[in-house]
């Protein structure tokens, strides 16, 4: 699955174009590389996602292409 497709079925971010901006200016890297929108994530991978206000590292643990809202947190795991 592509990350920008991953981050809004996980709902960490709320739309794809919003994921895909993101990507596209820098603001994502998985496994310590920059990626583009198109990047194919993978179970395992350590995503860190940089915000104004700070970052959001996570690995995913799970890829599902539909997942109801309360069950979206169960694809990825936050790491500190």
Partial sequence: ????KFLK???????RTVA?????????????KEVKPAYRVKVGDVVELSFATGTLKFRVK????????????S???VVV
Avoid: C, F, P, W
């Avoid at 895909?20 to 496994?31: H, L, M, P, R, T």
């Avoid at 799970?62 to 947190?73: F, G, H, L, M």
């Fill in 1 to 4: 699955m592509r990350i920008d």
């Fill in 9 to 15: 079925v996980s709902r960490i971010l709320k739309r």
């Fill in 20 to 32: 895909q901006e993101a990507a596209e200016a820098g603001k994502i890297s998985v496994n310590g």
């Fill in 62 to 73: 799970e890829i599902r292409e539909t997942v109801k809202k309360d069950e979206a947190s």
């Fill in 75 to 77: 694809l990825y795991e």
